[in-house]
Each structure stands twice: as structure tokens, then as C-alpha cells.
């Protein structure tokens, strides 16, 4: 079955740049989406269609795709947005839905 | 405003069918380009997709799930069902419903999306 593969922790400074990346075949031809994930929360979704920004969410969150890997960049991350981060696509039949493996964010 | 909260038992015993509700508010599952969704997470694990039933009664499943479950809707009730057979510890986790509005006949993409808060099972 179809996969979307995360590394498992990034770390970063306050005020510090991160980058979360994803890859998956489908990549290409499908789009990245983008969930924040705290404890005791349901996912909140941060990056639409690659790159556009979901109502209410910062500007320093910005999403790109190029070729099979999503990346999702936090400008200047905050401490409050530590968190786990999950990528989401479908594989290339459109029909089933998938999520990568997620990635701890750690600000600190 | 749109709502949707997830119901089902606490505990299961295992080799059990599992039963989980999903009951919403603020929006009909029959407009075009509706879906409501099941996503699961274990304890420690990832998120995991499990279902999706659309507005036209269009239904899709993970692969490596598909044998073992079954994603209904009631459009009377506005609720959505998802049965789990034979269930194991494996299947202890939270699950969450969603809403969104796909661009079914295009993309596929969804702009916007809602969630319920879950509803822990577990599977002992």
C-alpha cells in the first residue's frame, strides 16, 4: 500500500526556521496536506493543496511541493507550535486517503 | 455551525465487532462534494485514514482495513457508522470522524475541514 515517509523529529531554536519533509510517489501528481497534532486535540489542518494556508493559521507557516517530496516550513517557529505534524495525500488512484508517519516538532 | 461528535463504546473485548457513531450538525450529507471520514490514532502511533463515505453514497476504504470494516450513513439521523470486525488490542486507539467538502468530480482536494473530538476505544 501506498506511503508517505516523514522523519520522525525535527528540532528547532525559537524564532528558528524548520522544515518537515514528506515523500511519496504520488507526490507529483497529488496534493500535500498538512495537520498540526497536540496532545488531547483533534488535527488541525495547517497547508491546503500544497501550499495554500488554511483559514486562521500564521503566515510563517508556508507548504511547497516540488516532484515526490512536500515540505512544510515554520518561519520563526514559536513554542507554540511545537507539535506533531502529519503529512496527507492520496495515492494515485485518488480513491484512498493516507497519512504519513508524522513528525515531533520540538521548539526549545 | 458544524458539529460532529463521536460515540461508541469505551471497552471491546477482542474478536468483537466494533461500532462507532459519528452524529453531526450544521451541514447534509447529501450536498455534492460532502464526505465524512473516519481516522484513527493509537496510542503513541500515527494518525491513520480509515474510510470515507461521500454524498452520493460512494465509499472508500484503507487497503490494508478493507476487509474488516464498513462505513454507513444515515441521512435521516445525519450520522455516519463505521463497524470494525474482529477486533484486537491493535485497534485500541482514538477515532475521529471529519468533515470536509472535496472537489469530487475535479482534484479531489478540500479546503477546509472539521473534526469531532474522538472517542477512545479499547480493545482488551
Known amino acids: 500500500s501506498y506511503e508517505l515517509t516523514q522523519p520522525p523529529s525535527v528540532s528547532v531554536s525559537p524564532g528558528q526556521t524548520a522544515w518537515i519533509t514528506c515523500s511519496g510517489d504520488?507526490?507529483?501528481?497529488?496534493?500535500a496536506y498538512w495537520y498540526q497534532k497536540k496532545s488531547g486535540q483533534a488535527p488541525l489542518l495547517v497547508i491546503f493543496d500544497d501550499t495554500e494556508r488554511a483559514s486562521g493559521i500564521p503566515e510563517r507557516f508556508v507548504g511547497s511541493s516540488s516532484g515526490t517530496m512536500a515540505t512544510l516550513t515554520i518561519n520563526g517557529a514559536h513554542m507554540e507550535d511545537e507539535a506533531d505534524y502529519y503529512c496527507?495525500?492520496?495515492?494515485?488512484?485518488?480513491?484512498?486517503?493516507?497519512f504519513g508517519g508524522g513528525t515531533k516538532l520540538t521548539v526549545l | 455551525q458544524i458539529n460532529l461528535r463521536e460515540s461508541g463504546p469505551a471497552l471491546v473485548r477482542p474478536a468483537q465487532t466494533l461500532t462507532v457513531t459519528c452524529s453531526f450538525s450544521g451541514f447534509s450529507l447529501t450536498s455534492n462534494g460532502v464526505g465524512v471520514g473516519w481516522i484513527r490514532q493509537s496510542p503513541g502511533k500515527a494518525l491513520e485514514w480509515l474510510a470515507v463515505?461521500?454524498?452520493?453514497?460512494?465509499?472508500?476504504?484503507n487497503p490494508s482495513l478493507i476487509d474488516r470494516l464498513t462505513i454507513t450513513k444515515d441521512i435521516y439521523k445525519d450520522q455516519v457508522v463505521l463497524t470494525m470486525t474482529n477486533i484486537s488490542p491493535e485497534d485500541t486507539a482514538t477515532y475521529y470522524c471529519s468533515y470536509s467538502v472535496f472537489d469530487y468530480f475535479g482534484s479531489g482536494s478540500f479546503s477546509s475541514d472539521f473534526w469531532g473530538l474522538g472517542t477512545l476505544v479499547t480493545v482488551s
Open positions: 463515505v461521500y454524498w452520493n453514497d460512494d465509499k472508500r476504504y
Open positions: 504520488a507526490l507529483p501528481k497529488k496534493y
Open positions: 496527507y495525500s492520496t495515492d494515485i488512484t485518488g480513491e484512498h486517503w493516507v
